[in-house]
Nanobody
Framework: QVQLVESGGGLVQTGGSLRLSCAAS????????MGWYRQTPGNQRLLVAM??????NYAASVKGRFTISRDNAKNTVDLQMSSLKPEDTAIYYC?????????WGRGTQVTVSS
């Protein structure tokens, strides 16, 4: 079992930056996937960025503005978000896929004001 706890959400103006952090309760292999998803009301949860031993992937809408980073020693994965837009407003969820199981954090709200 893995618990994921997100932090760092909040309210920011258009063009601003935020950094989200996710801490896992135990070590996750560097080859396993960790990532960030986001969800708005009435819509499905969508991939924002992910990282694994195979590299990193970003949604087209955030490429060049968001950066995912991982510290395997600390069991954390961060999402640096820059040049934020109102359409980035969502609940952001941390995700891990390890040992054949998928884990989710409880989410953190990001609101970008215009």
């Amino acid at each position: 079992q893995v618990q994921l706890v997100e932090s760092g959400g909040g309210l920011v103006q258009t063009g601003g930056s935020l950094r989200l952090s996710c801490a896992a309760s135990r070590s996750i292999s560097s080859g396993d996937i960790m990532g960030w998803y986001r969800q708005t009301p009435g819509n499905q949860r969508l991939l924002v960025a992910m990282t694994s031993g195979a590299g990193t992937n970003y949604a087209a809408s955030v490429k060049g503005r968001f950066t995912i980073s991982r510290d395997n020693a600390k069991n954390t994965v961060d999402l640096q978000m820059s040049s934020l837009k109102p359409e980035d407003t969502a609940i952001y969820y941390c995700n891990a896929y390890t040992n054949g199981n998928i884990y989710w954090g409880r989410g953190t709200q990001v609101t970008v004001s215009s």
